[in-house]
């Protein structure tokens, strides 16, 4: 099937970074990171890097990436060719790597991993209570002063997580919250995405087809296959980009053929009648 799309763009929260409304992640699985840890085997390295250059000849700008994934080097080779100052690129520094000399070690390493000369978004990938958050804001705003990081960023903050961190970044503000977001899982609407709404935080939605199980789920609804055309990943992916300006969700496709699809999510929208009915369709769906 042929998707003509034309990208949209949002400012990042209080970046002045014009994002595409959909990025693209790079967590694949378990088994993908032992390989490439043990063996520097990266298991359909190609198919995958195919697939995220798709995504940016198509206009995605934004890439997810950290550390921990094992997909810095892929996301380099990905992105060779474009111009650097057009896209964004986002990684993480992994819990253990907190204490102050952790994380600029680290960062160097995602740097030459990346390839870069600096990250766009430097995200703390999840809290760690036993380091106290100021110590790794103050690494992360020095990698800041020196040209290496632009942005900072949380992932998996609760809100008074992201409250506290925003306490203890001396200088430069907290940009984005990456958590989980989707049809099915619909916690941070509660308190985090109000918030972020209200102070212009962006929110990384991550999973945003539930790890693909919606994909499934939603083609068992009777509304989603009345909205003519459109796929249950464009479904799930377009409910999130029109739920909030601070959403961009992160998809993850190993595929140039589901990157394509995935980006036939921009360029219209649910009514709000349809997006009332699947919402309640899944409820029951789940209720059962
Ligand atoms: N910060 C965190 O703690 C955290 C946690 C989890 C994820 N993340 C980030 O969020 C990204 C996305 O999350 P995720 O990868 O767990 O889940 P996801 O994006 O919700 O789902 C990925 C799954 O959906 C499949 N898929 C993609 N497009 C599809 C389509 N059009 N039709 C049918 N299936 C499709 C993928 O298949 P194929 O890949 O086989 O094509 C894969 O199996 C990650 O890659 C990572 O960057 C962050």
Redesign the pocket.
């Known amino acids: 099937m042929d998707y003509i799309t034309i990208m949209e763009y949002r400012e990042f929260g209080k970046t002045s970074f014009k994002a595409s409304v959909i990025g693209?992640?790079?967590?694949?699985d378990p088994s993908f990171i032992i390989l490439a840890r043990l063996f520097h085997h990266y298991k359909d390295k190609d198919l995958k890097i195919s697939?995220l250059r798709k995504g940016l000849e198509l206009g995605i700008n934004m890439i997810?990436?950290?550390e921990i994934?094992e997909t810095e080097k892929l996301v380099s080779e990905a992105i060779r060719g474009f111009k650097r100052d057009e896209l964004f690129i986002a990684t993480?520094v992994w819990p253990t790597h907190l204490h102050y000399d952790g994380v600029l070690k680290a960062a160097e390493r995602s740097l030459k991993r990346l390839g870069c000369s600096y990250i766009d978004l430097y995200?703390i990938?999840?809290p760690n209570p036993l380091i106290p958050l100021e110590e790794t804001l103050r690494a992360m705003n020095r990698l800041v002063d020196e040209g290496k990081v632009r942005y900072l960023g949380v992932?998996?903050f609760s809100l008074e997580q992201l409250k506290r961190a925003q306490e203890a970044s001396p200088k430069y503000e907290i940009v984005s919250n990456?958590?989980?977001y989707?049809l099915l899982d619909r916690r941070i609407e509660k308190d985090l995405l109000p918030y972020c709404e209200r102070n212009n935080i962006a929110i990384?939605a991550?999973?945003?087809?539930?790890?693909?199980k919606?994909?499934r789920v939603l083609r068992k609804l009777k509304t989603s296959s009345r909205v003519e055309g459109k796929?249950?990943?464009?479904i799930a992916l377009n409910w999130l980009i029109n739920r909030s300006r601070v959403v961009f969700?992160?998809?993850?496709?190993?595929?140039p053929e589901?990157?394509v699809?995935?980006i036939g999510a921009v360029g219209w929208s649910l009514n709000g009648y349809d997006c009332k009915t699947i919402e309640e369709e899944l409820k029951d769906l789940t209720r059962k």
């Open positions: 693209m992640g790079t967590y694949y697939a997810d990436t950290a994934y993480k995200q990938h999840f992932s998996n990456q958590v989980e989707n990384l991550y999973r945003p087809l539930a790890h693909g919606l994909t796929t249950p990943a464009q969700p992160i998809p993850r496709a190993s595929k589901r990157i699809e995935n």
